[in-house]
């Protein structure tokens, strides 16, 4: 059974650019979470869909923002880069029901200059 | 999500158990016990979770305490690819839409 993809692995940007990750679930996994790992804040969770729709998200500005479409798939968006956006950005899927466990893709590691 | 406390990090020698502790003293009665590793370089790993009995996977054990304020995982013998950083987290059953916390874990060196 194929993992979490995530693609790109590696993303630089530039101050005020905009950036499109993109994530892959499990196969027949309906629910995707984003989280920022930082080395200052560790893992901070960014927000979670389930079967096309956001259920719950986490402390971060507008600027963040999400999709997920039919197929599972989800995107997540950055717009405006900040330096502060320098993270590894990683994804995981689950079955959505409450103690499913999380499987995390390698992330994306996104640069901002 | 209640709590939890790990030490910052531990060091083992290959092929010995390993024993790390979480203490959760503020844990509800309904909360579960999940345990997740991060090796370099990749995205956090499922190890195990539990409720309230000890609990046995290919991976690791985990022995949970009678009043549940504190859970041990245990690794029975630690190899140089289980060194990782590993989060003990708390899940509360009747929440939707999945947002770990996943505190700052204990570092796990293994040394050959």
């Known amino acids: 059974k194929a993992g979490v993809t995530q693609t790109p692995r590696y993303l630089i940007k530039t101050r005020g650019q905009q950036v499109t990750l993109s994530c892959s679930p499990i196969?027949?996994?309906?629910?995707v979470s984003w989280y920022q790992q930082t080395p200052g804040q560790g893992l901070q969770f960014l927000f979670e869909?389930?079967?096309?729709?956001?259920?719950n998200k986490g402390n971060f500005p507008g600027r963040f923002s999400g999709r997920q479409f039919s197929n599972s798939r989800s995107e997540m968006n950055v717009s405006t880069l900040e330096l502060g956006d320098s993270a590894l950005y990683l994804c995981?899927?689950?079955?959505?029901?409450?103690?499913?466990?999380?499987?995390f893709g390698n992330g994306t590691r996104l640069t901002v200059t | 999500d209640a709590k939890t406390t790990q030490p910052n990090s531990m060091e083992s020698n290959e092929e010995e158990p390993v024993h790390l502790p979480c203490n959760h003293s503020?844990?509800?009665?309904?909360?579960?016990i999940h345990w997740y590793r991060q090796l370099p370089s990749q995205g956090p790993e499922y190890v195990i979770h539990?409720?309230?009995s000890n609990v046995n996977n290919r991976m690791a054990s985990l022995a949970i305490a009678e009043d549940r304020k504190s859970s041990t995982l245990i690794l029975h013998r630690a190899t140089l690819r289980d060194a990782a950083v590993y989060y003990c987290?708390?899940?509360?059953?009747?929440?939707?839409?999945?947002?770990?916390?996943f505190g700052k874990g204990t570092s796990l060196l293994v040394t050959p």
């Open positions: 995981a899927s689950s079955l959505g029901q409450v103690i499913s466990p999380l499987h």
């Open positions: 196969s027949g996994h309906r629910s």
């Open positions: 869909y389930f079967s096309e729709t956001q259920r």
């Open positions: 503020t844990i509800s009665g309904t909360d579960y």
């Open positions: 539990g409720l309230t």
């Open positions: 987290i708390l899940r509360e059953p009747d929440f939707p839409g999945y947002a770990l916390n």
